[in-house]
Nanobody, 125 residues
Framework: QVQLVESGGGLVQAGGSLRLSCAASGGAFSSYAMGWFRQAPGKEREFVATISVSGVNTIYVDSVKGRFTISRDNAKKTVYLQMNSLKPEDTAVYYC??????????????????WGQGTQVTVSS
């Protein structure tokens, strides 16, 4: 069973940047799409970004396009989320997730079967 551990969250002012990392262990990584989701207080968890096995294909929610970049390093079994031009509405707990099925790229919560514990991102105005 794969374990996913996020890091890199914190408090940042609006307009600033953060880079989240998610390290995988104990299971396959390079043959699975990876994704990032977030959950703000009082809201449902929402999709943020996903990346294919090769890293060539990515999908983003409209609200982060042009500001966030997802990437992966299969040798290090790590997926990243570079977040620039952060806004207060980006405040949330950010979760990384591994797809349920190998080589399948999706952006629905049900497409993912393994989740990290989350890392808090707070953007002050």
């Amino acid at each position: 069973q794969v374990q996913l551990v996020e890091s890199g969250g914190g408090l940042v002012q609006a307009g600033g940047s953060l880079r989240l990392s998610c390290a995988a262990s104990g299971g396959a990584f390079s043959s699975y799409a990876m994704g990032w989701f977030r959950q703000a207080p009082g809201k449902e968890r929402e999709f943020v970004a996903t990346i294919s096995v090769s890293g060539v294909n990515t999908i983003y929610v409209d609200s982060v396009k042009g500001r966030f970049t997802i990437s992966r390093d299969n040798a290090k079994k790590t997926v990243y989320l570079q977040m620039n031009s952060l806004k207060p509405e980006d405040t949330a707990v950010y979760y990384c997730a591994r797809a349920k099925e190998p080589y399948r790229l999706g952006n629905a919560e049900g497409d993912f079967g393994s989740w990290g514990q989350g890392t808090q991102v707070t953007v002050s105005s």
